[in-house]
């Protein structure tokens, strides 16, 4: 097996340009262990997760729709499984979950119109106004703009993940062992 070329920065290996980023968000997760090859983005992607993950117009449900469709477009297993950790920790079932993965029509109204949205930004490039329209009814025009970067910012996470081959952590993976995702 070859080696990855980017592994997930260790506390021994952490660049000391960041080293205010240590024990923070930054070295939580494998994906921004691995960002951390490159520390200038990381350190500038700081303010802009803040947002993204925890300011965001969507609220924890529907954003957690948005960045779960968008795992599932990228084909990423590592964004897939973080979420399915992270759904189930603010109460989402198995159930509705795994229907984010699935046709919009088995979806709750509110997740099809989320998964749209998802779906029109990676495979026309925009959003319609029909879908604007939607959305701006549902989250308002804040959540609509947070819709677009949530797509935005967890594809870049996908291209790193999905690029590096940047393994799960440790305790999701233990996590989804003892409870496995069972639609």
Do not use: C
């Not at 910012?153 to 952590?169: A, K």
Request: negative net charge; proline residues 6%; hydrophobic residues 40%.
């Amino acid at each position: 097996m070859t080696a990855r070329p980017y592994p997930p920065r260790h506390d021994d290996d952490w660049p000391d340009q960041i080293a205010d980023l240590q024990g923070g968000f930054a070295t939580q997760l494998n994906i921004y262990r691995t960002m951390a090859h490159n520390p200038d983005l990381l350190k500038a992607w700081a303010p802009l997760r803040q947002h993204v993950v925890k300011d965001n117009a969507l609220g924890a449900e529907l954003s957690e729709v948005a960045i779960l469709r968008t795992g599932h477009r990228l084909g990423s297993s590592y964004e897939w499984a973080q979420h399915v950790h992270r759904s189930r920790a603010i109460g989402m079932s198995d159930s509705r979950i795994n229907k984010v993965r699935g046709p919009l029509e088995g979806m709750r109204k509110d997740d099809a119109t989320i998964a749209r949205a998802v779906d029109e930004l990676f495979y026309e490039k925009r959003l319609s106004p029909h879908t604007q329209s939607a959305l701006v009814d549902l989250v308002g025009t804040e959540g609509m703009f947070d819709v677009i970067a949530t797509v935005g910012f967890y594809s870049t996470l996908g291209y790193i993940l999905n690029s590096f081959d940047t393994p799960l952590d440790d305790d999701i993976a233990a996590a989804l062992t003892e409870t496995p995702f069972d639609p």
